[in-house]
């Protein structure tokens, strides 16, 4: 199993960022996929979902409106598009892989990639 994330970078504040995750050796379709983020001396904390049924999704309240989650099956890909990026965005993001309904649980989640570091500064 493999998750593995990349995208991340050094971006000004009010900028764009678009991270990917590539998933394999596992059913990819029968996930849930997330996005959680963990920032220097802070807990990791959920940023969205995708859910594996539907492909409806679901956004922490910090981000919404300025994220965007999407996922390519044919692909085995989860994306996040970041816009309007702010200095307390910055935290290394984590894709992740669960079959549980508590999408904001993190210790509910099968499956975990490396992290990416996303910094926002000018």
């Known amino acids: 199993v493999q998750l593995q994330a990349s995208g991340g970078g050094l971006v000004e504040p009010g900028g764009s960022l678009r991270l990917s995750c590539a998933a394999s050796?596992?059913?990819?379709?029968?996930?849930?996929m997330s996005w959680f983020r963990q920032a220097p001396g802070k807990e990791r904390e959920f940023v969205a979902a995708i859910r594996r049924s539907g492909g409806s999704t679901v956004y922490a309240d910090s981000i919404k409106g300025r994220f965007t989650i999407s996922g390519d099956i044919a692909r085995n890909g989860v994306y996040l598009q970041m816009r309007s990026l702010k200095p307390e965005d910055t935290a290394v993001y984590y894709c992740a892989a669960t079959r549980s309904v508590s999408l904001r649980d993190d210790t509910q989640y099968n499956y975990w990639g490396q992290g990416t570091l996303v910094t926002v500064s000018s």
């Open positions: 050796g596992f059913a990819f379709a029968d996930y849930t």
